[in-house]
């Protein structure tokens, strides 16, 4: 069965500081893919990015990188220089390949980002 | 393209009454989804819709629960003889795909429900 963790339940820091939310996942499929939403307190999940299990290349988008890396099943998110529009509850999410049964969320890590 | 929109926002409803919510997805996105959120949870799925066919139930649905999607646009999501515990944000998605779902999915603001 899939799985995924995000350990982190809450994590505060100052504005401008680097903040890094963990993801760490299990599936037994070979192709599968992996996702981060972000949910404001409107409750609109917003798409971040999505990897698949083929490309372990890092991404970086603005201040946002993600660095995936299979030997550890991890996908963890990095903000740079936070601002306190970052602030909102950030979800990691799984998809298997082999059926369309959906999206398995991790709990997520609601961040503070304090001015 | 104004984004997956869903009615209600809210729904406060007594135990034991049936309550139904609406979800119009992207135009052009032929898949379509319920979650079910908990305070402090992720989203979990509940069914998944491909046009008008519903191809895929969680066990989380239990009898109570029926989803619709006529004509493959629209889709409704039915909970009847609603319990305390029904309490929660339903949140419908849509994308676009055929086979693997690969592609990322666009969530609506979801209709949160509170049975008293």
């Known amino acids: 069965a899939q799985k995924v963790t995000q350990a982190q339940t809450e994590i505060s820091v100052v504005e401008k500081e680097d903040v890094t939310l963990d993801c760490v996942y299990e599936?037994?499929?070979?192709?599968?893919?992996l996702f981060w939403y972000k949910q404001p307190p409107s409750g609109e999940l917003v798409f971040l990015i999505r990897?698949?299990?083929?490309?372990?290349q890092n991404e970086i988008s603005g201040r946002y990188s993600w660095n995936f890396q299979k030997s550890t099943s991890s996908f963890n998110f990095t903000i740079t220089a936070s601002q306190v529009v970052d602030s909102a509850v950030y979800f990691c999410?799984?998809?298997?390949?082999?059926?369309?049964?959906?999206?398995?969320f991790g709990k997520g890590t609601h961040l503070i980002i304090q001015p | 393209d104004t984004g997956v929109s869903q009615n209600p926002r809210h729904k406060i409803t007594k135990r034991g009454q049936n309550v139904t919510f609406r979800c119009d997805p992207i135009?052009?996105?032929?898949?379509l989804y319920w979650y079910r959120q908990t305070l402090g949870q992720g989203p979990e799925f509940l069914t998944y819709?491909?046009?008008?066919?519903?191809?895929?139930k969680s066990r989380l649905l239990s009898d109570r629960f029926s989803a619709e999607r006529p004509k493959g646009s629209f889709s409704t999501l039915e909970i009847q003889r609603t319990e305390q515990g029904d309490s929660a944000m339903y949140l419908c998605?849509?994308?676009?795909?055929?086979?693997?779902?690969?592609?990322?999915?666009?969530f609506g603001q979801g209709t949160r429900l509170t049975v008293v």
């Open positions: 998605a849509s994308s676009t795909g055929q086979g693997s779902w690969d592609t990322e999915a666009f």
């Open positions: 599936t037994r499929d070979t192709t599968y893919y």
């Open positions: 990897r698949n299990s083929f490309d372990e």
């Open positions: 999410a799984l998809s298997e390949a082999r059926g369309a049964d959906g999206l398995t």
């Open positions: 135009s052009e996105h032929n898949r």
């Open positions: 819709f491909q046009n008008e066919a519903q191809l895929e």
